[in-house]
């Protein structure tokens, strides 16, 4: 079991920038990697970015050049940077972890963009 908890979410102008955190119960196990995913109603959640334990990353196109995703190991904690935010990035952002045959979610936490 691994509990992820997500912290940094809020409500920024057009423009602006945010980070996220995600602090994880403990070590995920083997081949592993942390994400951000993110939701609105009545679509798809979809990936925004993950890092592996050993650092390679993957972006969503939509946010290339502006989120940067990383994580401290040793605070079994990930991180998504988000600059020059547009109204297009509000949604819910959940955290997730994968081990082999595992998934886990954090519960999400709100990013609202004012235009």
């Known amino acids: 079991q691994v509990q992820l908890v997500e912290s940094g979410g809020g409500m920024v102008q057009t423009g602006g920038s945010l980070r996220l955190s995600c602090a994880a119960s403990?070590?995920?196990?083997?081949?592993?990697?942390m994400g951000w995913y993110r939701q609105v109603p009545g679509k798809q959640r979809e990936l925004v970015a993950t890092?592996?334990?050993?650092?390679?990353?993957n972006y969503a196109d939509s946010v290339k050049g502006r989120f940067t995703i990383s994580r401290d190991n040793a605070k079994n904690t990930v991180y998504l940077q988000m600059n020059s935010l547009k109204f297009e990035d509000t949604a819910v952002y959940y955290c997730?972890?994968?081990?082999?045959?595992?998934?886990?979610w954090g519960a999400g936490t709100q990013v609202t963009v004012s235009s």
């Open positions: 403990r070590r995920l196990f083997g081949p592993n990697s």
């Open positions: 890092i592996t334990g050993g650092g390679s990353t």
């Open positions: 997730n972890g994968k081990e082999i045959g595992r998934d886990y």
